[in-house]
């Protein structure tokens, strides 16, 4: 971490920054480990505040620690960073006035879904954007995000290490021209052949996936198939 040349991040983390776009009062960077996506906001001033959040008290002391010593508190600074050492379901978010983007990523869609119902619940008059990158358990998230009447404002497809990452930035501000898709609708949008190979390899891992889910008599996922079933890639633009 340094606050004069740019933070290396990961290709994953690098596609997620780069989806924040506008301008915020403050961006909670939860569950941040050891701040990465944060540090980078921060070193863009991408926001008046940065707020790192984690639930491991040893991370944010050590955090605390590298940010005190690259970005030193200036009152000069167009951007100033806090740390909460707290499970990121109890985001304080009313004690701060103005636009807030709360990112969460690199944690189960389960866990996802459970923090930002959770955050929502906490804060219900407020207009919160959320930049969500789970992994796994993508549809449910999904569901839940449709459910509480959240709008799409993007959504990417990211690989990285042969691994397949949805990324979305929704917002609690309903518009009913930016629905969120229950298996996703921009990502499976390419406008190179290399886009619509992705897209492919990560619709038929997911199809493979729920059918093995669905060997076990038990599984409720046909719907689920069906679903995904239902999509097509259409063949690149060029
Ligand atoms: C794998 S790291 C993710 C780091 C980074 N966000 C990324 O995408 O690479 C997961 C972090 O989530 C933290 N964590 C898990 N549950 C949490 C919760 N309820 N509230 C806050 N932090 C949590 C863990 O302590 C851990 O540091």
């Keep these: 971490m340094s606050s004069d040349t740019k933070i290396k991040l990961g290709k994953r983390l690098q596609h997620i920054e780069a989806m924040v776009s506008e301008h915020y009062d403050h961006i909670w960077d939860c569950c941040c480990d050891h701040g990465l996506l944060g540090a980078a906001l921060l070193s863009r001033q991408a926001a008046s505040h940065i707020h790192f959040v984690d639930a491991a008290p040893s991370l944010m002391h050590a955090l605390e620690i590298k940010l005190s010593r690259f970005y030193p508190t200036n009152t000069e600074s167009n951007s100033h960073w806090h740390t909460h050492c707290l499970d990121a379901a109890t985001l304080p978010l ?14 189960g869609g389960d866990l996802m879904t459970e923090l930002v119902t959770a955050i929502h619940q ?14 796994h358990h993508q549809f449910t998230l999904r569901q ?6 959240f ?9 990285e290490n042969q691994r397949f990452y949805e990324a979305l930035l929704v917002s609690t501000a309903n518009n009913p021209h930016t629905k969120i898709h229950s298996v996703g609708n921009l990502i499976w949008q390419s406008n190179t052949p290399q886009q619509s190979k992705i897209a492919g390899d990560y619709l038929q891992k997911t199809l493979a996936h729920y059918n093995r889910i669905q060997l076990n008599p038990e599984a ?14 259409p063949p690149h633009s060029y």
Excluded at 122 to 135: A, E, Q, W
Excluded at 151 to 159: A, F
């Design 220 to 233: 409720a996922v046909q719907h689920i198939i069906d679903a995904y079933s239902a999509i097509t890639i």
């Design 122 to 135: 906490k804060n219900p008059i407020c207009n919160i954007d959320f930049l969500l990158c789970p992994v």
């Design 151 to 159: 709008s799409l404002k993007n959504e990417i497809l990211i690989t």
């Design 144 to 149: 839940q995000l449709i459910q509480l009447g």
């Design 94 to 107: 009313q004690d701060f006035n103005g636009r807030h983007l709360v990112i969460i990523a690199g944690v």
